[in-house]
């Protein structure tokens, strides 16, 4: 039996940060999601975002690669957004994406900043708060491809 204990925060916005994930279908986005997370065994403490981009934070199976995990999300959701009729304007998600890990001592409080993103994104712009979060981590970009 193997153990293991991989939180990640996912962050990735739609194409061109379009503002196309509408208020009143994000909810079966979410759950939509959330049963791509199960079916790779792995498991959702939370999911949350604005209309221009979504938070999931997950454990990570060790059977899945990060980047397949992300892939098969966003192919997935992104077919079923488009085909669906809830979400008209929705042409597809940014090929980029943020993954920060946590460790079980920050799992509660990142449960709550994604739970409150809709509050959050009040006083903090996304390109903010997606800049401050790969400082924090340490992660090098180059903000050309931050826009």
Known sequence: MSYRQIFYQIIFAT????????????????????GIVKNKKCSLYR???????????SDLHPSTSLADYIRDIKSSSSIWMKSNGLFPEFRGWQESYGAFTYSIKERDIIINYVRNQKEHHKNEPFYDEYKRLLIEHGVEFDEKYLL
């Not at 379009?18 to 909810?27: F, G, L, Q, R, S």
């Not at 999911?47 to 934070?57: A, K, Q, S, V």
């Open 47 to 57: 999911i949350n975002g604005i209309e221009d981009h979504i938070h999931i934070f």
């Open 15 to 34: 194409k061109n940060r379009c503002k196309t994930i509408t208020e009143a279908h994000c909810e079966e986005l979410y759950k939509y999601i959330w």
